[in-house]
């Protein structure tokens, strides 16, 4: 079982950038792939960027790609997402999410991640 716990959303302006942080409780956050996804009012949760257990590999959705960074420290239990350049629609709630206990690998399907944190605000004004 593995909690988490989103900050760092907030009101920015287009151009700027955030940096979300998500804490993880449990002795093993290093067996757990994680993720982040976002969902904006009326739209699908919708894959943003994903990283193995080990932080080797990454991935990222084509609308984020070269602005967003996704990396973990296995010691906090931390997973981050620095977003760059941010435009208006990236606006949305953006969500941590854990795969299950041994995945090591990444995955933009949000029905192959078991946790969830609660969300955190993010909006992007023009």
């Known amino acids: 079982q593995v909690q988490l716990v989103e900050s760092g959303g907030g009101l920015v302006q287009a151009g700027g950038s955030l940096r979300l942080s998500c804490a993880a409780s449990g002795r093993t956050f290093s067996s757990y792939a994680m993720g982040w996804f976002r969902q904006a009012p009326g739209k699908e949760r919708e894959f943003v960027a994903a990283?193995?257990?080990?932080?080797?590999?990454?991935y990222y959705a084509d609308s984020v790609k070269g602005r967003f960074i996704i990396s973990r420290d296995n010691a906090p239990n931390t997973v981050y997402l620095r977003m760059n350049s941010l435009k208006p629609e990236d606006t949305a709630v953006y969500y941590c999410?854990?795969?299950?206990?041994?995945?090591?690998?990444?995955?933009?399907?949000?029905?192959?991640?078991?946790?969830w944190g609660q969300g955190t605000q993010v909006t992007v004004s023009s």
């Open positions: 990283i193995t257990w080990s932080g080797s590999r990454t």
């Open positions: 999410a854990a795969r299950p206990f041994g995945s090591s690998r990444g995955s933009t399907i949000p029905e192959e991640y078991d946790y």
